[in-house]
């Protein structure tokens, strides 16, 4: 079954054929799917031959292929991991019970809701840096755009192959749905906010696929534990190829910091902006604003419905083996909350505080790329700053901090209070047009814009210098 089948109309290793309905149905999808993509996906660069990844077997030899490839002919496909016929649920109130084949009945309304919001945000992204091939840093950054992006319609193919396999009728119109929707749109917007932000300049583009692809990376994980099987192959096979997309935001960050600290010291009033570069106070503040975003895409900390995921064995903890105790009917997590304008630890029951658990991993694990990119800083001996994360309850439009403003250490102050300082702590409106004027395209093999840094090697074993996009 690890083979994949590339002689079918839909690539896939779940034996497609054999089911025709559901083959037709999604044979229906496809022509939609390319007509979103061509007019949705990266513009202007259809016709191009790109240097592209494409999974040929789910097996560790064979997800990684690569070759030229134009676009529109990517393979998109539906690959599953090797299914494990003894698979039991592993936690919530079924525990110990076999894995779910079929949809459970009572849970479907549920399960539908949370496959929908994640397959929404698969073509929401791809929506966002649709723009960004105008103004590539290089050819290298080019290539990596467009592995992310043609990936991100593969993992809609995977959610799509969900909707259609499993839920009839609502689960085609929902199919539908994710190619109506669009990214920003005020009367069609996508489905969770982060997505519905502007994408227009490859630092906004690092920092997203540092921190909300992060996101992708913990929601998935959790996905990946569900009592639902297919669901859970799926997502076991997207976090293969989600990897990549955060090595992007973090080596691209990496590299815009690096370029700043060159033309810091090749200032001679250390000025990065004089020499063309991003600084690193706006890197601070494009941090500041990505992270804060993908912090809401773990939902409010405490959530009934976070519960009743984690009860019916639909969505479970990252790495839910590590856990002793899968049931989580005991315990309690201390949240901080607002009470009479203070903040106070206050005890949840745990089942209520399942995103607070799940985002309290992805902040340990942004740390650790903070460090990373701090340690950058300590090697190029520039102790004039370091980046930093924010508190979780700075600039949060979601869960129980949204109504309350606090600054970036998390104390409580008055909205006036951060109104005057936002300028200091998030992007205004001068830095994103400086920024932008920065993003003028590089597409020589090789050379890099005079704004980043370059990467320390390239894809595949290939020079740096190697044609990833094939201009002419
Ligand atoms: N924006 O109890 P609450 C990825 C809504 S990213 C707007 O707080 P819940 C990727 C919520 O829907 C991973 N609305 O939250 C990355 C609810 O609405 P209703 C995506 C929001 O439900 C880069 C209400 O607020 N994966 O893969 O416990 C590139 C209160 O809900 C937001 C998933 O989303 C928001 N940020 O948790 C490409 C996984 N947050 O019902 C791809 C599936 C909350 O009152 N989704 N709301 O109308 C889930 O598990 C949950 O739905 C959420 C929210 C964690 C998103």
Redesign the pocket.
Known sequence: MAGIDYSERIPNNVDLSSDKRLQRALEKWQPAFLDWWKDMGPEGWQAKDVYLRTAVSVDKGGWAHFDYVKMPDYRWGIFLEEADPDRRIGFGDHAGLPAWQEVPGEYRNMLQ???V??A???P??VEQQRYLGATAPSLYDLRNLFQ?NVE?GR?LWAMVYLLHGYFGRTGRDEADELLARRSGNEDKPR?????NQECPDWLTFFC??TF?????????G??AESGFDPLARTCRFMLTE?AH?LFVGQTGVERVITRAVELAKKDPNGDVRAQGGIDLQTIQKFVNFWYS?SL?????EI????AD?FSSGL?GRWKEDKYEDHKALEGEVKIPVVRDGRVVDEPVPLRNA??EV?RGEYVADCQKVVEKWNNTLEKLDYPDFRITLPSTRFHR???IYAEHAFDPAGNPISHDAFEAKRGEWLPTEEDRAYVRSLMQPVYEPGKMANWIAPPRRGINGQPVEFEYVRID
């Open positions: 809701r949370i496959i919001t994640q929404d945000t698969e929401a992204s992310v991100e993992h489905i969770l906010d982060a997505f997203f696929t909300t692809d992060r996101d992708g990376k913990y929601q998935l959790a996905l989600e997309h975003y809401d895409l773990f939902g409010s959530s009934s419905n976070a995921f969505k399942m995103n799940l439009r979601q869960g």
